[in-house]
Structure formats: C-alpha cells, structure tokens
C-alpha cells in the first residue's frame, strides 16, 4: 500500500493551497481517508477526515471553515483544500487510511499512512 501526498509549499498568510493524496495497491472506495498535521516540535493532530463513500466528513475545530477534505475514488485521490491560511498552520501534513470512519482520529487508529509533505505559511 503506498500513499503519497503531494501539493505542499511556501505560501503567504491568507493564501491557499490545494494538498493531494495519491493511493495505491489498496481498494480505496473501502476506506475512509484522513488528514494528520505535526507542526514543529509538536505532536501530530488531527485535521479532517472522509467516510469511504464521501458522503461525510469531519474536521478539527481549528481548520472547520477553512479546510474542506474531499475525494475521487475513480482516481483514488484523497483531496484537502487549505483556505485562510495561517502561520500555524505550518506543518507537515500526512494521509493516513483506516476502514472504519470516526468523526475523529487518534494517530494510532489508522492503518495505512503516507509521506507528509511541508506546508509553510509565512507570516
């Protein structure tokens, strides 16, 4: 199973940016999909997530709003996009797959995880 995220960068305070998720050798339409963060010299949190049909989603009270997670499972895609942006947004955002849908995840909960690619927001 591998799952790549792509579509972080530098941008300014307010910007936006449009994150992807790639996956494969999974059936992905089974899964639910979510997205991580782990800022620097913190924890990773979560950030939003999508039950396998796309049908319901569920985000963290610091992006609701602002974020919107969304998925193509014809092209087994796993989307968020980042609206608003702030300083602290800065991190480095994963996807992360579970067969079970929560409103929301502990890290531990999900099975299958991606590289993270940085996000930067400068101020």
């Known amino acids: 199973v591998q799952l790549q995220a792509s579509g972080g960068g530098l941008v300014q305070a307010g910007g936006s940016l449009r994150l992807s998720c790639a996956a494969s050798a999974l059936t992905f339409e089974n899964y639910s999909m979510a997205w991580f963060r782990q800022p620097p010299g913190k924890e990773r949190e979560f950030i939003a997530a999508?039950?396998?049909?796309?049908?319901?989603?569920s985000y963290a009270d610091s992006v609701k709003g602002r974020f919107t997670v969304s998925r193509d499972n014809n092209k087994n895609t796993v989307y968020l996009q980042m609206n608003s942006l702030k300083p602290e947004d800065t991190a480095v955002y994963y996807c992360a797959a579970d067969l079970y849908y929560r409103d929301g995840y502990y890290p531990d909960d999900m099975t299958y995880w991606g590289k993270g690619t940085q996000v930067t927001v400068s101020s």
């Open positions: 999508i039950a396998w049909s796309g049908g319901v989603t």
